[in-house]
């Protein structure tokens, strides 16, 4: 999970300019009555999601009796997300991650956004922008409309859970024709076992040892040429410390990446640099 800066602009900004491009005046008068409402549940959110106890907010159905919950999806399908007034915030929380790539896996490229607390169930929070995170469309599927029962089943939060440099992410490699790698979570002993626990969640939903497998299989392919012909001039303890290199590079860009992660496991395996490779 890569961490983000919280976007600034506010619920009752985003809803305001919403109301401005509705033409359906009984729609915008019982949306002004809402704000009060959505107002309370961002400033509630924030809250709970500095605390890491967003799975504490209670669903609702509506919002306090003037909009019901499918109003509120109205809002953002056809509003807030295709208004011309509206959709430059909308494209500007979605190019919030570098080289648009998603947060939550660290792989894919982003999409769409995706409502952290779902909309089905907390209408009030539908165009709240701290709860809209950019996705690749995979990620958005695969998290549906879930939200956790208790504080070590959520997954973690691109703008409140800032997981700093600290490794977490690790790799081993698979011994075999062709040589393989599988991927890991294993958060330091020095965090909470709650965040601890949040992590290990968050690689399982998103399915994020599988893709980082996928992905490490390709770059060994593309690997693999040239490290025979390094091979030819070079002993494995040259292997090892180019890849060790390359590792380097990789945590400098992004500690816990697959990439580095790959690269650390191909340097400390004997095996692959004596020959493992192919």
């Not at 998603?102 to 909309?119: A, E, K, N």
């Not at 800032?162 to 958060?187: C, H, I, K």
Request: hydrophobic share 35%.
């Amino acid at each position: 999970m890569r961490y983000l800066p919280r976007p600034t602009i506010t619920a009752r900004d985003a809803l305001d300019l919403c109301i401005a491009s509705i033409r359906d005046e009984d729609f915008n008068r019982r949306l002004v009555l809402a704000i009060p409402t959505i107002e309370a549940a961002e400033a509630s959110y924030i809250l709970h999601g500095e605390q890491a106890t967003l799975y504490m907010i209670a669903q609702s159905d509506g919002v306090a009796g003037y909009v019901s919950t499918a109003d509120m999806e109205r809002v953002y399908k056809r509003t807030f997300v295709r208004s011309a007034k509206t959709r430059n915030i909308y494209d500007t929380i979605k190019k919030k991650p570098e080289n648009d790539v998603c947060p939550l896996c660290g792989q894919r490229t982003v999409s769409t956004l995706d409502h952290y607390l779902p909309q089905s169930a907390h209408p009030a929070l539908v165009v709240t922008s701290v709860n809209l995170v950019p996705a690749c469309s995979e990620c958005n599927k695969t998290k549906l409309a879930l939200q956790a029962a208790v504080a070590e089943d959520q997954t973690l939060h691109p703008y409140f859970d800032d997981l700093g440099n600290e490794r977490w992410l690790y790799a081993q490699v698979r011994e075999g024709e062709p040589a393989a790698l599988t991927f890991e979570a294993s958060p330091p002993g020095t965090w909470t076992e709650t965040l601890r626990q949040r992590v290990l969640t968050h690689f399982k939903t998103f399915g994020l040892g599988p893709l980082y497998a996928s992905h490490s299989a390709v770059e060994l392919n593309n690997l693999r040429y040239g490290l025979r012909q390094m091979a030819m001039r070079n002993s494995p303890l040259e292997i090892r410390d180019h890849l060790m290199r390359s590792a380097d590079s990789c945590a400098a860009a992004y500690p816990n990446s697959w990439q580095r992660a790959t690269y650390e496991a191909l340097a400390k395996s004997e095996w692959f640099c004596s020959g493992g490779f192919g």
